[in-house]
């Protein structure tokens, strides 16, 4: 493969990165999510974790009340991360792997600059 057309994560990923408080509610990332027009949150906890639309609709569905339940009662915790200069064939494959469908991007001081979705990717290697 020419890698002069192959695509880095930097060149896709949505950015700035959204992020919820871990004191917000799921009703709280579900509007969020919906203005943003985005499925994923990263909530600023120690070390990071994210919040998906997924995690949400499983809140619904299960009756409880969005406004009632945490952030961090849903949320996965200690997230994957990847840089920017990584390829999306790699991401691809640890979307794969991992059965996720969000990672958050780091740059080389570790802080969150951008989130790339298994939609981006599928958007770019199609």
């Known amino acids: ?3 002069d057309a192959r695509v880095q994560v930097g060149e896709v ?3 700035p990165l959204e992020t919820i408080s871990k004191n917000a509610t799921v009703q709280d990332a579900a509007k969020r999510m919906r203005d943003e027009e985005i499925s994923a949150l990263v909530v600023t906890t ?3 974790s994210i919040v998906t639309s997924t995690d949400v609709l499983t809140v619904a569905a299960d009756g ?3 406004g009632d339940v945490p952030v961090t009662d849903v949320m996965t915790e200690s997230v994957e991360t990847v840089p920017p200069d ?3 064939e790699e991401v691809a494959a640890m979307l794969t792997t991992f059965g ?6 780091t740059n080389n001081d570790d802080e969150y600059v951008g989130m790339v979705s298994s939609t981006d990717v599928t958007a770019q290697l199609s």
């Open 1 to 3: 493969m020419n890698t």
């Open 13 to 15: 990923m949505s950015s």
């Open 46 to 48: 120690d070390p990071p």
């Open 64 to 66: 409880r009340n969005a």
């Open 86 to 88: 990584i390829y999306l």
């Open 100 to 105: 996720i469908k969000h990672l958050p991007v």
